[in-house]
């Protein structure tokens, strides 16, 4: 009886356990969130940080799946993939009913500009600017500019890309987050680059989850409340701290 019932209990584990965790990290995702090789296999960066950890705790091996910062909704909503971070319930259409992990961290969003460019401090100082974004990326508080044509949304598909065009003239302004930024700092001269703190409130970041099962979700979630109550977070949020601008 007492060996029937420890299997019972294993068995919410044991059921997904032969199944890889099916994770999206997109290269859209800027380092130090995701880093990937040439041979565009992910191979360090929070994400991988933070979904090798929760893998681990469940059991289970993870299989990355690098799509399109477009598509991530739909693969989750579809049951082609189980998790993807770094995403907030406001920036996802309503009519898209998926589940989400506790909040992991805030971010802040950073206007980069030319250091000899005049600061900005609030949307009137982005009217009829070139604003360079990333790809598949949504930015709730420009978004009324960039629907009046009042500043104009240029995408790419990496900060790297876009501050090159920024020093070339070729943007106004790039729009990017505090750990993205500090990262570059590290390995790339800032020098002639200033950079000016949104007025908006610090972004909360979770994960996205696949809300087909219900206890796979439960899982992932409880496993993240651990992580956080264990310091697993932080330490990987610290293994990458940037310095200040």
């Keep these: 009886m007492l060996k029937f019932v420890c299997t019972l209990l294993l068995m919410p584990t044991l059921l997904f356990a032969a199944e890889p965790l099916r ?14 090789d040439q041979q565009q296999r992910l191979v360090d960066g929070i994400a991988k940080d933070l ?7 469940l059991n289970r091996p993870v299989q990355y799946l690098d799509l399109p910062r477009g598509r991530v909704v739909e693969w989750l909503i579809t049951d082609k993939a189980d998790i ?29 500009r030319r250091i ?27 978004q009324p500019l960039f629907e009046t044509n009042a500043a104009v949304r240029d995408d790419a598909e990496s ?12 943007v106004d302004l ?16 800032s020098s002639k680059l200033a950079v000016d703190p949104l007025w908006a409130e610090p972004a909360q970041v979770y994960c996205a989850l696949n809300p087909h099962h219900r206890l796979q979700v439960e899982q ?17 949020l610290q293994r990458w701290a940037h310095r200040s601008i």
């Design 51 to 57: 979904l090798d950890a929760v893998a681990a705790r």
């Design 174 to 189: 790039v729009m990017t987050v505090d750990l993205s930024f500090g990262h570059y700092q590290r390995h790339f001269d």
């Design 23 to 36: 994770a999206v990290v997109s290269q859209t995702n800027t380092a130090p969130y995701a880093i990937f």
């Design 84 to 112: 993807s971070c770094f995403l907030n319930p406001e920036w996802i259409p309503v009519t898209y009913k998926l589940s989400w992990t506790p909040v992991l961290f805030h971010t802040r969003q950073y206007i980069v």
């Design 220 to 236: 992932i979630q409880k496993s993240f409340v651990l992580m956080q109550q264990q310091g697993v977070i932080d330490k990987a």
């Design 159 to 170: 900060l790297e890309k876009n501050i090159q065009r920024l020093q070339q003239g070729r």
């Design 116 to 142: 000899a460019d005049n600061p900005v401090r609030s949307n009137q100082d982005l009217l009829h600017k070139r604003i360079g974004t990333t790809r598949g990326f949504s930015y709730p508080e420009l």
